[in-house]
């Protein structure tokens, strides 16, 4: 760095900033003065004879200023002491390792080159750098142990008075990390005691000071000896598969299951280490969260960078994600089409930060035709997202016309609007309960696929219907439900032992979704593919597990299958088969629309009965047009 630029970086300097500076300067300037001195003592067993000593009066200003402008140039004054570790280590040792070659060498040369001249003495040039080492290293390891105590001073006086003594699982680099941080913040309330760790060489260990006291498999007899009150899972790269294996192992204990963050979580900035939360179940379902490749990635961007989109449904659980993924993808505008204003308002909010003035909030009813044609015809949508629905299966029961309205009529309006104002692409979030439904909700929804096939027999638009099961997280999900019931004490509602059900994350549903909306041509029908299916009580038995109780504290309770449910869901109709669409999670229905140019005239009859709220009629239409019944133990 040339003087101009240092003397500019000294002016321009916070005066506090510069102090600290100059404070790290002076003591590293001292240390080398020091260890020059004492090197020289050491080997002349006292003062230096002359010419000896002269020379190291040179020395001790010349040595110094070299080091400092090495220091300069690799950092080493740049380098927080406070927070000081092994990369900054390894900075200081660079520097003066760089200066000590540089003494070596003059001391081996210069004697080749000019017989007879002073040098500094190889001893004197060893102990030199080892004590400027070592005295560097001592000073700014000492300052991070003060400011640490310091710290951890502070932070006890606003700490918890009772810490919960925590046994953790994982003695890798994030439990090292763990212990650390838990140490440094008394504050967050937990006290590391042991390491349970499936690595039998790691029995014995201390890591950080914590002792390894065994493996996950002897979970219960090492916390009752020490006294654990929660389990920490210090190992947040682990698979699903493995976190469902550790949570199987500790489920004797009765303690709670709690995790540390993910790498995305803090490296996003959301949460710090010492931000302990509960094992979320979606973690413990048994397959792993599905990622887009780059090939994917790409589909999707020339799919949707730079276009002008909207999205219905979207202050929903699944519109506003869908919002949120397209606004990484740098739309020319994203359109929020929402009826609820709370909902929008919510949304818009969120959109503005990411988008600005592209985020266009819209309130407007999908089955209004007015309103759906005006805005599209204002905002010329390239791209349309159906998400509007209404999807609570009892609540469709007891208001089949409301179902009609909105999943129906809602459809067909926009699906209409979209293929006049010249849409590109057109994609309809649909439900495995429309598969062979036995529900009111489940028939809406396959009527809505029939509208859009049908419209795709004669539209250039891109169309495409996309199926998944049921969202983790989505309002009103059965996780909210469960946890909701556990707070409470219990009892858990479970329908039924044997109900099992597809899940997936509301952020892969949307990856997946938009996806399939990147490869569809015109009228299929995508299916995600959803693992393997979970039975409810599973999950219900396991979240209380989390809660650290056990189902004598919190009972499961079955109280039968509620009207229009299904024992299991299903993702293909009778007659329909997947094929492969190409893309990793994504499947093609095929025979999915065979019928759909046969049923407007029925359409429009069903939405009639659902105006003027004939439900005989709604149901006797649903059940011609898609096969509905209701299954016999919801009648019974």
């Not at 900054?88 to 210069?110: F, N, T």
């Not at 469902?244 to 790498?263: D, F, H, Y």
């Not at 202050?315 to 929008?344: D, F, K, T, Y």
Request: overall charge positive; glycine content about 8%.
């Amino acid at each position: 760095m040339s003087t101009l630029t240092a003397i500019d970086v000294l002016t321009r300097r916070h005066p506090v900033a510069q102090r600290r500076w100059l404070v790290k300067v002076g003591i590293d300037a001292s240390v080398y003065v020091v260890a020059l001195l004492l090197a020289y003592l050491l080997r002349f067993d006292g003062v230096p004879p002359q010419p000896h000593l002269t020379w190291m009066v040179q020395l001790l200003v010349a040595v110094p200023l070299l080091r400092l402008a090495i220091g300069w140039w690799l950092g080493t004054h740049r380098c927080s002491w406070r927070l000081f570790g092994l990369a900054e280590a390894l900075v200081v040792l660079r520097s003066v390792g760089l200066v000590s070659a540089a003494l070596l060498v003059a001391r081996l040369v210069l004697p080749q080159v000019s017989p007879g001249a002073l040098v500094v003495p190889l001893g004197v040039i060893a102990l030199e750098g080892l004590g400027a080492a070592a005295a560097m290293l001592a000073v700014r390891i000492g300052t991070r142990v003060l400011d640490e105590r310091m710290h951890r001073e502070r932070n006890r006086a606003d700490a918890s008075p009772s810490r919960r003594r925590a046994l953790l699982i994982g003695a890798g680099r994030a439990g090292r990390m763990a212990v650390r941080e838990l140490r440094l913040r008394p504050d967050a309330g937990f006290d590391p005691v042991g390491f349970l760790d499936d690595d039998p060489t790691r029995r014995g260990q201390r890591i950080e000071g914590v002792p390894v006291l065994g493996t996950t498999a002897e979970a219960a007899e090492v916390a009752r000896r020490v006294g654990a009150q929660d389990l920490v899972l210090t190992i947040p790269a682990a698979s699903a598969d493995v976190r469902q294996l550790i949570a199987e192992r500790c489920k004797s204990t009765g303690l709670p299951l709690q995790t540390v963050p993910g790498l995305y979580e803090l490296i996003s900035g959301k949460v710090g280490i010492t931000r302990i939360r509960p094992l979320r179940t979606e973690e413990l379902l048994g397959r792993e969260v599905v990622r887009l490749d780059d090939a994917a990635r790409r589909r999707v961007a020339r799919a949707f960078v730079g276009k002008r989109i909207v999205v219905t449904g979207a202050g929903g659980s699944i519109g506003s994600e869908l919002c949120r993924q397209l606004a990484r993808l740098e739309p020319a505008s994203l359109v929020l089409l929402e009826r609820n204003e709370n909902n929008l308002f919510d949304i818009e909010q969120e959109m503005r930060g990411l988008l600005g003035d592209r985020a266009v909030p819209c309130l407007a009813d999908v089955a209004d035709p007015e309103q759906v044609e005006l805005a599209f015809a204002r905002h010329r949508p390239e791209v349309v997202v159906h998400a509007a629905a209404y999807k609570h299966v009892p609540m469709m029961e007891l208001h089949p016309e409301a179902a009609v309205h909105n999943n129906v009529r809602g459809t067909r309006v926009v699906v209409e609007a979209a293929h006049r104002q010249g849409v590109g692409r057109f994609v309809l979030v649909s439900t495995d309960k429309a598969v062979n439904p036995t529900s009111v909700m489940g028939a809406s929804k396959r009527v809505a696929e029939l509208v859009l096939h049908g419209r795709a027999k004669t539209s250039s638009m891109r169309s495409c219907a996309v199926r998944f099961g049921n969202v983790l997280g989505s309002r009103g999900s059965v996780l909210h439900t469960f946890q909701r019931q556990i707070e409470r004490g219990g009892p858990v509602t479970v329908t039924h032992p044997e109900v099992t059900r597809f899940f997936m994350t509301i952020p892969e549903a949307v990856r997946l979704l938009l996806q399939a909306a990147a490869i569809g041509e015109g009228g299929e029908t995508f299916l995600l593919e959803m693992g393997e299916s979970v039975r409810i009580v599973d999950v219900a038995r396991r979240m209380i597990s989390l809660a650290g109780l056990t189902e004598h504290e919190v009972p499961i309770e079955f109280v039968g299958l509620r009207p229009g449910e299904k024992l299991y869901e299903e993702l293909l109709r009778h007659g329909e088969r997947a094929c492969d669409s190409g893309v990793a999670g994504i499947l093609l229905a095929r025979g999915a629309g065979a019928e759909a140019t046969k049923v407007r005239e029925q359409i429009a009859a069903l939405e009639h009965a659902g105006e003027v709220r004939d439900v005989e009629t709604i149901r006797a239409m649903l059940a011609g047009l898609t096969g509905y019944a209701e299954p016999p133990h919801a009648a019974a």
